[in-house]
């Protein structure tokens, strides 16, 4: 053939995947194929090329790092067409040459500086057989490539354990037009747990993510008529896993249920774990999915601030005595810049226990990671209260007042169960309820009360200059003692007639107008004076506001 500046034909890779990457090291060993024009190329090239993230705590925020690396220069036989990638590298002569057929060894071994975990994108190239017949500049610096193969190269190491920094209730805020009424408008509290987390973070690479350790009691076990769950044999310590319980001071309310197992997944998260478990074995995957990563945004869990991103559901812990399993829940981190510092935000779930104790067992997790190398040690964070979920909707049935609902979870810390004071005259009206609904109100309102204000923010005033115009207090015409434990108060506020006066219209938009609403539990308290009995003082646990 004539001499060419280039290859005839750009070298191409096929059937590239990891053969080792040995616990520890840094080192990874690929292997597959690659396909040349041995007649004009002489040496095989493969550069790779990463990005990584990387979190120095004395620089101001993480940064993005481009690398490459050159993972194989080899010698191309004259006759060769098919190349495999080994250990070493190797051009078979002679008999072995005429067996083989044109087929020749090439070394491919990529050693990284660390083990952590990259995705790497590999593109093979390689130069001309005949560059002593041209010139340096007819011979093109850049050789043509062929088609670049991405692959997975996971940590080989066990992330260090995190520094837990500190864990404070998390607030999380809806509102939204009420979808059934036209001049109705609705704002959901719900709750959580922030982590707050020391840097430096990518111990393992990217990817890495916060896991809360949860652990079921119970496992899947394969019996004679199928998949069946029963207790484990090995129990995780109290160390090693999250953990949540009652207040102890609540007179009246409902239990927390399994210890271990806090609520941080959602009913939705729940049946889709439930639905990949049960067809698990068309799948070819079985309970309890064998440390795969079941659920998590790539498999359609719902995607939203506060939810798990990845879960496992079964990761050993390793620095346990038996090794007991854990399911991961994992979170990805976010970085603060106003504190350089790394938080997770967690969701807590509804649950019929109001204000539980919860502290968080928790790791890093890195899902692309060699067998018994995916989770740190473990790391607690402090005990927090999650604050209860409260629905305020806000309506206005005339232009003459603002028709005002709260609902959530209640308990008590006062409780008659015999009986309670008759309601104050000032709280009957034409919604007011009657017989046992009366008593469960009165009884509800000796441990809790909420107040609905109106208030106008003259022109030219600050947030702090908001004037009460009208109040009431308003009453729990639905009360849950059991069960659910759940209470609805409604009533109306008395909007002032006259110029300057909200008009007729949804709710939401900023105004010089809101409706204040707070909701105080009441706990015992000291007389208020000598030969009077004990008292009560409030705490406030909600207020929200909206605009008129």
Known sequence: MHAVPVPVRAPELSALSLFLRPQGRSVAALTGLVHVHGASTDVLLVTAGWTEQVDDPASDRPQVVAKSDVVVRSAVGEGERTGAMFLYDFQPTGVLAQLLGGVGFHKMIQTFTDTHYRRVTYLPSGTTRYAEYFSAGQVPADAPSGEPVVLDIPSSARPAAPTVLDAVPLLRWESQPEPSEPFAWRQVRRSGVRVWLARPWFSSGDGELLGVLVFDPNEWVKGATGWVSQPKTVVAPDAATSLWAADPIIKHGSETTNPTVPPLLTTDQLLLDLLETAVSPGVGITPPLHGEVPGGRVRGWPDAPGNPVAVAGTVPLLDVKGAPSARVLGYQPEFDEATRRWFVDVNVQETPALWPFLRLAVARYQPHSI??????????????????????????????????????????????????????????????????????????????????????????????????????????????????????????????????????????????????????????????????????????????????
């Open 371 to 548: 067998e018994g190398c995916s989770l740190s040690p473990v790391a607690l964070t402090g005990w927090v209260q999650p604050l209860p979920a409260r629905t305020l909707t806000v309506s206005r049935p005339d232009a003459g007042q603002v028709q005002v609902t709260l609902t959530g979870v209640v308990n008590w810390h006062q409780w008659n169960q015999h009986g309670a004071p008759a309601l104050p005259g000032d709280q009957l009206t034409a919604d007011t309820p009657t017989g046992e609904d009366a008593v469960r109100a009165s009884r509800l309102q000796q441990a809790r009360t909420v107040r609905a204000s109106v208030q106008h923010r003259p022109d030219g005033a600050g947030d702090l200059e908001w004037q009460t115009v009208s109040s009431t207090l308003l009453l729990a015409v639905s009360v849950q003692e059991d069960g659910g434990h759940s209470a609805t108060w409604t009533g109306s506020v008395v909007l002032p007639g006259g110029e300057g006066s909200p008009g007729l219209r949804r709710p939401g938009e900023e105004s010089s107008w809101r409706v204040l609403v707070e909701e105080h539990e009441l706990f015992d308290a000291d007389p208020p004076a000598p030969g009077v009995g004990p008292g009560t003082t409030p705490r406030l646990v909600y207020a929200d506001e909206v605009y008129l």
